[in-house]
């Protein structure tokens, strides 16, 4: 199956930063790379998402890049915000395959102001 | 527009006994997924369900289970619970069930097994 691993686990930036996370994964056949913000005591909430048909997306201060051929994607936050301190999730999974998305385990991000 | 709400939000229960959580996904929403969330393994995806249908199951024994009403409320069952089930258990819905639709997560529930 597929397996996401997603690194570093924690990323600790001062306000006004950039921050980046990384994901890697198994399965080529995977063809929606989501990114996920859960704060605490809170549900995930998707912030963007990529295709593999698109190398890269941009909304606002988030951008998400994807590399097929090395099998990774990444997050890229800028002008970093203490709102933006949360656990943030990438996953993998196959369009029509349904909603079984495959997590990484996630990456603890802290902003200081 | 009401979120996915997700009842109970805590829940302690002994090794050996049997547990049920309820989802109410958001109006209109027809497709939910389960998910277990553990600070050593991360999210896991256990099933989803459409139109009271599982399309999908994940890598879970066979002591957890789960249905879908008509009217798209979703419930799971966890049966001779080990510690190992403590975890945050997510519920999520979405219009339909493609990833074209954005999934929506509830606030899930803590279940705490002694």
């Known amino acids: 199956g597929e397996n996401v691993e997603q690194h570093p686990s924690t990323l600790s930036v001062q306000e006004g930063d950039s921050a980046v996370i990384k994901c890697t994964y198994s399965?080529?056949?995977?063809?929606?790379f989501p990114w996920y913000k859960q704060e605490l005591g809170k549900g995930p909430q998707l912030i963007i998402d990529?295709?593999?048909?698109?190398g890269e997306k941009k909304d606002q201060r988030i951008a998400v890049t994807l590399n097929k051929t090395a099998k990774h994607f990444s997050l890229h936050i800028t002008e970093t915000q203490p709102e933006d301190s949360a656990v943030y999730f990438c996953?993998?999974?196959?369009?029509?395959?349904?909603?079984?998305?495959?997590f990484g385990k996630g990456t603890s991000l802290l902003v200081t102001p | 527009k009401a979120g996915v709400t997700q009842t109970p939000r805590y829940l302690i229960k002994t090794r050996g006994q049997q547990v049920t959580l309820s989802c109410s996904p958001i109006?209109?929403?027809?497709?939910v997924s389960w998910y277990q969330q553990t600070p050593g393994q991360g999210l896991q995806f256990l099933f989803e369900?459409?139109?009271?249908?599982?399309?999908n199951k994940g890598n879970f024994p066979g002591r957890f289970s789960g249905r879908q009403f008509s009217n798209s409320r979703s419930e799971m069952n966890v049966s001779t619970l080990e510690l190992g089930d403590s975890a945050l258990y997510l519920c999520?819905?979405?219009?339909?069930?493609?990833?074209?639709?954005?999934?929506?997560f509830g606030p899930g529930t803590r279940l705490t097994v002694t």
């Open positions: 999520a819905s979405s219009l339909l069930p493609s990833l074209y639709y954005e999934q929506y």
């Open positions: 399965d080529s056949a995977s063809n929606y």
């Open positions: 990529i295709r593999s048909n698109v």
């Open positions: 996953a993998a999974s196959i369009v029509d395959s349904g909603y079984a998305l495959n």
């Open positions: 109006s209109g929403h027809r497709s």
């Open positions: 369900y459409f139109s009271e249908t599982q399309r």
